[in-house]
């Protein structure tokens, strides 16, 4: 049983294929509820992306004002 004061858990995962013989296997919920996991996954991944694209142009924004501060440098 975990703490309720314990923290968010971070489990990485690799993402396997599963075959369609596997999926016939598969009831609806379990088909469902994979198909949701697969897309938070993907929220998760654009955002970061996102973030991350953000500080490569602030750090663009801030090389450009030094070349342009010291033009020789």
Do not use: F, W, Y
């Amino acid at each position: 049983m975990k703490s309720p004061m314990a923290g968010p858990q971070h489990e990485e995962e690799n993402m396997r294929l599963i075959s369609k013989a596997d999926l016939q296997r598969r009831t609806n919920r379990e088909i469902a509820g994979m198909k949701e996991e697969i897309r938070k996954e993907l929220g998760n991944c654009d955002r970061h992306r996102r973030q991350v694209l953000a500080a490569i142009a602030t750090v663009r924004t801030v090389q450009g004002q030094r070349r342009t501060m010291r033009p020789n440098l």
